[in-house]
């Protein structure tokens, strides 16, 4: 079964307006104006995928009104555009229309690509980073203000703690060389050059830090990103991308 209780006070999303006056046709608990608008659900159908249970219930559990399978939104792809419906409602997109804005790309290549998926003109989504140095020790990579990912790191240990502040990528390089001894691979400088994000390091005798390492504060201040993410990050991020570090 999809599921017996709804948490309402534990939704994944925004929950649907329940409202003071709000047509809602057929009674499924979401109002007309989301159906059409939001959810682009069927407003004269209280259980648009005729799976048994009604829109209100499955947006309320994170699962897709689109879909009669027991699918959750963040892996159902109702228009096939590359996007999950998850990440569609983040980004106000229509879940039944590959190309929203009906500029020839779809939602899903403008996403990857950094375009606004709301916007016929090729406008660029700000990127930006987050990276919490505390217990958790993560970093989060944003698209405007939709968290699209996150990576363990290795922040710096308590003698050469990780500097707290807003940041930008002010120098990229595919290799850089530590004063400590150290090649740091994917290098993203943060304040010019101060301190920085990086692959985990590697010793000059070819030997790599241990991915055992990630996840605890074990640096000498920079930010050490596993095998995989940190080229990603380092594709993925342009000079000047803004880098929140608390």
């Known amino acids: 079964m999809k599921i017996l209780a709804v948490v309402i006070s534990l939704l994944i999303f925004a929950t649907p307006a329940l409202a003071e006056n709000k047509l809602d046709s057929d009674n499924d608990g979401v109002p007309d104006k989301d159906e059409i608008e939001i959810y682009h659900t069927d407003p004269n159908k209280a ?3 005729g799976d048994g249970y009604n829109d209100w219930r499955e ?3 994170g699962f897709s009104p689109h ?4 699918v959750k939104l963040a892996d159902n792809d109702a228009d096939s555009d590359g996007l999950s ?3 569609e409602l983040n ?3 229509d879940l039944t229309n590959p190309d929203t804005d009906d500029d020839g790309y779809k939602d899903g290549e403008e996403i990857k690509t950094g375009y606004d998926p709301l916007n016929p003109q090729r406008v660029k989504l700000t990127k930006k980073i987050e990276v919490n140095t505390g217990r958790e020790q993560k970093l989060y990579y944003f698209l405007s203000d939709v968290r699209m990912g996150e990576f363990k790191i290795s922040s710096g240990k308590a003698s050469t703690a990780t500097p707290k502040g807003n940041f930008k990528i002010d120098g990229k390089a595919l290799r850089a060389w530590s004063s ?3 090649w740091m691979p994917y290098w993203m400088s943060l304040k010019n050059g101060y301190f920085g994000i ?3 390091p590697v010793w000059p005798n070819g030997v790599k830090e241990g991915e055992n390492h990630l996840g605890l504060p074990v640096s000498h201040g920079c930010i050490r990103l596993g095998v995989g993410p940190a080229k990603f990050l380092y594709d993925w991020a ?4 803004a880098v929140k570090i608390y």
């Open 47 to 49: 259980d648009t995928d």
């Open 59 to 61: 947006l309320n559990t």
């Open 67 to 70: 879909n009669p399978a027991q």
């Open 85 to 87: 419906d998850r990440m």
């Open 91 to 93: 980004f106000y997109t």
């Open 180 to 182: 400590y001894g150290l």
């Open 198 to 200: 990086h692959e985990l």
């Open 238 to 241: 342009p000079i000047g991308t």
